[in-house]
């Protein structure tokens, strides 16, 4: 992982989700899809509860009572509703409603629970992207998000690239790519615990033991 050297400290555990996210929602794999869907929505709960729980000196002095944000870390439900407060009192505009968010997190629950069997559709991986971007530059004050990203995924080509003669296929085995529902935890897993590699089988038995422990 990189030091992420334009943004915050603070800000770097929820960016790395997000960018989790973008690298699966741009290899456009069924595998991949699922994933991107469920690291974007990932982001939005960790954005909100990483920023709620922040010195106020991080957040631009900005202080809310104990009992409010008690109540606003209750659940999905209750942080997007700070977030949008807080988005309107700053006087900014609304890009999604509630409404939306919550489907895009339905949609999520659905995909991990239920087993993966469908793939997201590209207008929902969109909504959900478009939405972890704005709730974490609205919160960490990043009006250039996208440049940041784009800059951090160029790190990391430049970081990853392998000549050509020695260049080995990024997708993984058939076999491996099988999704089931264990290895949906497993995957979502291993996209909180950060590097993996999805083809790599070795990855994937840790991942899937440690869902086991659950």
């Given at each position: 992982m990189s030091e992420h050297a334009s943004l915050k400290p603070w800000a770097?555990?929820?960016?790395?989700?997000?960018?989790?996210?973008?690298?699966?929602?741009?290899?456009?794999?069924?595998?991949?899809?699922?994933?991107?869907?469920?690291s974007f929505?990932?982001?939005i709960e960790v954005t909100i509860a990483a920023y709620l729980k922040l010195n106020p000196a991080h957040r631009g002095y900005r202080s809310y009572s104990v009992a409010g944000v008690a109540?606003?870390?209750?659940?999905?439900?209750?942080?997007?509703?700070f977030f949008l407060d807080e988005n309107k009192n700053r006087g900014l505009p609304e890009?999604?409603?509630?409404?939306?968010?919550?489907w895009y997190h339905d949609q999520r629950n659905e995909h991990y629970h239920g087993g993966g069997a469908a793939v997201?559709?590209?207008?929902?991986?969109?909504?959900?992207?478009?939405?972890?971007?704005?709730?974490?530059?609205?919160?960490?004050?990043?009006?250039?998000?996208e440049q940041i990203l784009e800059e951090e995924l160029a790190k990391r080509e430049v970081a990853t690239?392998?000549?050509?003669?020695?260049?080995?296929?990024?997708?993984?085995?058939?076999?491996?790519r099988s999704y089931s529902p264990a290895q949906a935890k497993a995957m979502a897993v291993a996209t909180l615990l950060g590097q993996w590699k999805e083809g790599k089988e070795a990855d994937l038995d840790i991942a899937r033991r440690i869902v086991d422990e659950f």
């Open positions: 770097t555990r929820p960016f790395e989700l997000i960018v989790h996210g973008e690298i699966h929602f741009r290899r456009g794999a069924d595998y991949d899809r699922r994933l991107a869907l469920v929505d990932n982001s109540n606003w870390l209750r659940n999905f439900h209750t942080r997007v509703d890009y999604k409603t509630k409404e939306e968010i919550v997201p559709e590209q207008s929902t991986l969109e909504g959900v992207r478009q939405s972890a971007l704005w709730i974490f530059s609205v919160l960490f004050e990043v009006p250039n998000i690239s392998i000549p050509g003669d020695l260049a080995v296929p990024e997708q993984p085995d058939t076999a491996v």
